[in-house]
Nanobody, 123 residues
């Protein structure tokens, strides 16, 4: 019943921008914590960003602060990740993740995952 569908990935040159979308169904995004996790080949997964109504600010991994912005559109039940000034080290599969109970500090333990979408940044 719960479904997260990512879109908006692709290939972009360093310094460029992409906007990832996470379309949710089976729940209301405003009632859950929603975030983005990425994993590059041979590396551990890492939390990128997260929002939850219970917290007073969004979470961003230090390396993406000032470049990435997470937002939501409640009318569309969709969460976005605007990625600007992309770097080759941002290359990874990006997953939209969600949880009805956990806060953003537990991002790596969120229970619902999308299928993932590839982001490749060339130099």
């Amino acid at each position: 019943e719960v479904q997260l569908v990512e879109s908006g990935g692709g290939l972009v040159q360093a310094g460029g921008s992409l906007r990832l979308s996470c379309a949710a169904s089976g729940f209301t995004v405003d009632d859950w914590a929603i975030g983005w996790i990425r994993q590059a080949p041979g590396k551990y997964r890492e939390g990128v960003s997260c929002i939850s109504r219970s917290e007073d600010s969004a979470y961003y991994k230090d390396s993406v602060k000032g470049r990435f912005t997470i937002s939501s559109d409640n009318a569309k039940n969709t969460v976005y990740l605007q990625m600007n000034s992309l770097k080759p080290e941002d290359t990874a599969v990006y997953y939209c993740v969600a949880d009805p109970w956990r806060l953003c500090g537990a991002l790596d333990d969120f229970g619902s995952w999308g299928q993932g979408i590839q982001v490749t940044v060339s130099s």
